[in-house]
């Protein structure tokens, strides 16, 4: 598929797979992903299991590692946190900030997060940064108000450079483990103002350069048509991702 912004595919395994079940996992998917080359593969497994799967991923040169949150602090004392330095002992690369479910339960605000998206760069993380919707914001017509709102606050202070270097997933909230997903013209729609409030915020350049992924019951079946979007650049998978065949079938279908 060719596309001007090479696709990022990460699965985000949420609060799920021990650490055996973990190299299982991610030893299938280097078997089954080895000779793909036109898609970043990036696998968040929960803190537990980051030492070991990145030991199994050394030999792998297509898949990175990613964390499914961290701290905006870099020490101290900060009980049951994980600092950016430490996450870098692991070979990670990539991590997810502002997920809708950390949003929710954790109270993550916008301005939260863009500490967060701050402090991730200062230690070469690459964050993978969530906006979304709920249904009744959708419904309410406040999508691109929301959207707007979320896309300021938790990207605010960011470098041109620094965002340009920063994933966006969008994640309709009514989409994530629902089974629904969003129509082709929903995510294309959604993508493109994402896209347009970037050029606002930067410029031009910054937002085209930009990946942003979709993420919202995202599934073997439906890949290809929302990868083939202009604007959608990739997939935030989580479900899908847990299994070795849905995962790599996904990535497949993409390309």
Known sequence: MDKERKLIIAGNWKMNKTVAEAIDLVNGLARELAKVKDADIVVCPPFTALSDVSKAILASKNIALGAQNMSENNVGAFTGEIAAVMLKEFSVRYVILGHSERRMFQNESDELISKKARAAHAAALKPI?????????????????VLE???????????KEQMAETVIAYEPVWAIGTGKTASAQQAQDAHAFIRAQLAKMFDDTVARKVRIQYGGSVKPANARELMSLPDVDGALVGGAALEVRSFADIVKNSI
């Open 149 to 159: 709102t979320q896309i300021q606050g938790s990207l605010a202070g960011l470098t």
């Open 129 to 145: 940064v969530c906006v979304g919707e709920t249904l009744t914001e959708r419904e309410a017509g406040r999508m691109e108000k």
